[in-house]
């Protein structure tokens, strides 16, 4: 069962910006509404929202198929299980074309700090016959 890995580091500063320059437009684009109420939430939300954004770059360096067109950054979403632990969850039209290429469970982990926020993503792929 072949693995892949993908990972994206953003600084905070551009997050940040890009949230105050472009306000909801911006997190709409990206995030779900699940995400932005769960990162709203944090002390410091610019933090919590570039470590999603590089999750979600780094789930999409991992899926092992063909994009046509612009991703749908919305249809990668990073939620918490029970304990709080990240995970991902896809929808729509990506989830489909990741279930016909193999794709299992996409694991993910999420760091940040004052200045960067990183994230690596996991994933195993089945043997798919056409």
Not at 51 to 61: D, I, Q, T, W, Y
């Amino acid at each position: 069962m072949p693995v892949g890995v993908g990972t994206d580091i953003v600084t905070v500063a551009r997050i940040a910006a890009l949230m105050r320059d472009r306000g909801m437009a911006f997190l709409e684009r990206w995030y779900t509404a699940r995400e932005i109420d769960y990162c709203s939430g944090k002390a410091v939300p610019s933090r919590h929202f570039a470590a999603r954004f590089a999750a979600k770059e780094a789930v999409a360096k991992v899926l092992p198929m063909a994009w046509d067109g612009p991703l749908p950054w919305r249809s990668i979403e990073i939620i918490n299980d029970p304990r709080g632990a990240p995970s991902v969850s896809l929808s729509g039209a990506l989830r489909d074309a990741a279930t016909k290429a193999g794709v299992g469970e996409i694991m993910v982990s999420l760091s940040h700090c004052d200045e960067y926020a990183t994230a690596c993503a996991l994933v195993a792929v089945a043997g798919v016959t056409g």
